[in-house]
């Protein structure tokens, strides 16, 4: 059993900035990427970056400038930080990680709930 408890998220005004975390926990044996997702509605679920346990990162190309990733391998954490919102970056942001549970044979993708982000205009 894993779970991916994600915080941060909330209303803010165009401009601002906000900083989602996620924390893995459960039968965790080998945690590879960790990251974001993200969907608006009515419209699909998308990438908005990825970080792997060595450090590397992907962005989307809407995120690059603006948006920052990191994680704690010895936490089992990851953080998203978002600068410079737009409104058109509400949506529900998803925390995803990519892990090897205790007695499994290959890594799985996670996603958490998932946390509401609001940029008023």
């Known amino acids: 059993q894993v779970q991916l408890m994600e915080s941060g998220g909330g209303l803010v005004q165009a401009g601002g900035s906000l900083r989602l975390s996620c924390a893995a926990s459960?039968?965790?044996?080998?945690?590879?990427?960790m990251g974001w997702d993200r969907q608006a509605p009515g419209k699909q679920r998308e990438l908005v970056a990825r970080?792997?346990?060595?450090?590397?990162?992907n962005f989307a190309d809407f995120a690059k400038a603006r948006f920052n990733i990191s994680r704690d391998n010895a936490a089992n954490t990851v953080s998203l930080q978002m600068d410079s919102l737009k409104p058109e970056d509400t949506a529900v942001y998803y925390c995803?990680?990519?892990?090897?549970?205790?007695?499994?044979?290959?890594?799985?993708?996670?996603w958490g709930q998932g946390t509401q982000v609001t940029v008023s205009s």
């Open positions: 995803y990680a990519l892990i090897w549970t205790m007695g499994s044979t290959a890594f799985r993708n996670y």
């Open positions: 459960g039968s965790i044996f080998r945690l590879n990427a």
């Open positions: 970080i792997t346990n060595g450090g590397s990162t």
